[in-house]
């Protein structure tokens, strides 16, 4: 794969989110989108991201701006970690790796030591017509939001 950049269309996805809803990227359609991959639910790095998304909910709303997180976690663990920390947006279940692979954040990647295949932590902020305004790979948890929030304001 080839990382996305800015102009090109974001890849399409349908995926069920922590209620067993499906979600895809034309429901945005007419509204920013902030879409940030995660490794998985409930680890310290992916709640920190996904708690800044949540305690950042009114600026991005403010800038029009949507949140979804990404992960391959099964929707019954999105729950939990939704629950656990009230996070209140969509959290989205790529099991088959999928939408990671067409948004190139699946890959080899160090884990204690070893290579892995997983989620290389990525954020994207998407344009009203699906279209990509900026690509955040290998992105640091608390940065999602700060970085997504001042590239708008270029």
């Known amino acids: ?7 090109s269309s974001a890849p399409d996805f ?3 989110d922590q209620n067993g809803k499906t979600v895809r990227l034309g429901d945005f359609k007419g509204r920013k989108l902030l879409l940030y991959f995660y490794p998985k639910a409930d680890t310290p790095g992916c709640t920190t991201q996904a708690c800044s998304v949540r305690d ?6 403010k800038a029009g701006v949507a949140a979804v997180g990404v992960s391959p ?3 019954a663990d999105q729950k939990k970690f ?3 920390y009230s996070l209140a947006f969509p959290l989205l279940s790529d099991t088959d790796h999928k939408v990671a692979k067409a948004y190139d954040v699946w890959g080899e990647k160090t884990l204690d ?3 892995v295949q997983g989620i290389i932590r990525s954020a994207f902020l998407i344009d009203e017509r699906g279209k990509i305004l900026k690509t955040f790979y290998n992105v640091s948890p608390a ?9 708008l304001k270029k």
Request: aromatic share 0%; glycine share 6%; net charge neutral.
């Open 1 to 7: 794969m080839v990382p996305l950049k800015p102009g």
């Open 14 to 16: 349908a995926l069920v």
């Open 56 to 61: 950042s909910a009114a600026d991005l709303t």
């Open 73 to 75: 976690d099964p929707p």
């Open 82 to 84: 939704d629950t656990k």
């Open 113 to 115: 030591g070893k290579k």
């Open 143 to 151: 940065d999602t939001v700060p970085l997504a929030l001042a590239a």
